[in-house]
């Protein structure tokens, strides 16, 4: 709430007027709302991984030699692989794509 009070006094300080109307108080007030929310979903990731996979053609077995991926763990500890298989993933056992994974080195990025 210290940061809706925060925009409602600038606004008002802004247009040079005693009360900010309904429209500018509303609108800090989903500001507000989604910043709770992409917070609250920062907390729930912090630690955690989140793997995007591409797939190419399926209709043959994958081919790792043409199939790439990249892992980076953010400052907040979320781990993000993007991979691009080139073949169907179905191929491969879980155990197999896991490993195949694993075996490229995570780039750390550092907080800003």
Excluded: Y
Aim: glycine share 4%; aromatic share 6%; proline share 3%.
């Amino acid at each position: 709430m210290q940061e809706i009070e925060a925009r409602v006094a600038a606004l008002e300080k802004a247009a040079n007027t005693s009360k900010p109307s309904q429209v500018e108080i509303d609108q800090a007030m989903r500001f507000e709302s989604r910043l709770k929310a992409l917070e609250r979903i920062r907390k729930e990731l912090e630690g955690k991984h989140m793997r995007v996979v591409w797939t190419g053609s399926v209709s043959f077995k994958v081919n790792l030699a043409n199939s790439t991926c990249k892992r980076t763990r953010r400052a907040d500890g979320l781990l993000m692989e993007m991979v691009e298989l080139d073949g169907d993933p179905d191929s491969m056992t879980d155990a197999e794509f896991d490993a195949w994974v694993a075996s490229f080195p995570i780039e750390e990025c550092e907080r800003k």
